[in-house]
């Protein structure tokens, strides 16, 4: 077979593997969004607002006396992701608890945490 050939099945191949991780993705998505919603009882509810309010509260006492907080240090002390304190900070700015006043950014790491390695 010639190279050019090899390589391009080879390519090929590659991209069909890729699309069955990025098909089985999908409906591994699907599958869990449905379960969680048919999970929806008044009691889980509860539950997840409770366990909220509690991380809710203990994000808003790094604000205490005002000043610089550092996404990482509350990741860390809370066990949280730094996407899931930066939402829940956010949210804790529109219900008036905190204010942000300022964002500083730095460089990223080139990868899109909300992906899965997998498909990378």
């Known amino acids: 077979?010639?190279?050019?050939k090899e390589s391009r099945e080879a390519g090929i191949e590659r991209l069909i593997?890729?699309?069955e991780l990025v098909t089985a993705r999908m409906i591994e998505t699907a599958v869990v969004n449905s379960q969680l919603a048919s999970s929806q009882t008044p009691e889980m509810?509860?539950?997840f607002d409770?366990?909220?309010s509690c991380m809710s509260e203990?994000?808003?006492?790094f604000f205490e006396g005002g000043g610089d907080v550092n996404l990482s240090d509350i990741s860390e002390t809370t066990g949280l992701s730094r996407e899931s304190v930066l939402t829940l900070?956010?949210?804790l700015d529109r219900r008036g608890k905190i204010t942000i006043r300022s964002v500083t950014g730095g460089e990223g790491s080139g990868r899109n945490s909300d992906i899965c390695g997998c498909l990378e």
């Open 1 to 4: 077979m010639e190279p050019e």
């Open 17 to 19: 593997g890729s699309l």
């Open 45 to 47: 509810r509860e539950l």
């Open 50 to 52: 409770t366990w909220l």
């Open 58 to 61: 203990e994000i808003a006492r």
């Open 89 to 91: 900070l956010v949210a």
